[in-house]
């Protein structure tokens, strides 16, 4: 986590007892990423306490690059949008599951599968 936090890095790890199902999707699993984002950051800070999202876009859809493109795919199924500016990376983040042993890449995305091998083993 040192070395890619805060950025573009979701961790998948078992969830804790006492966290509600509806944030695991009775997975027993939770995702767990801390923005580069400065305003996302003091947005996090501000409210100290944890905030919980899902991507901005629907599964299987192309990526959201702007507020834009989030209201046109999900509008209808938000109350609301913070426009941060355009993403700054063509990339998604990646996602790693380190609920199992080796850890597995969820998805591949900004961090490469060889930079995070250089730190912890892979399935």
Known sequence: MDAFWPGP????????????????????KIGI???SHNAARKIAKATRKPLTATSANLSGASECM????????????IDAVVDLEKTSSL??????DASCEPAEILRPGVISREIIQKYIHLK
């Open 9 to 28: 890095l979701t961790i998948v790890f078992e969830s804790a007892d006492s966290v509600s199902p509806l944030l695991t999707a009775n997975t027993g």
């Open 33 to 35: 990423r801390l923005s």
């Open 66 to 77: 702007d507020a834009d493109q989030v209201i046109q795919q999900i509008g209808d199924k």
């Open 91 to 96: 990339l998604a983040s990646t996602i790693i």
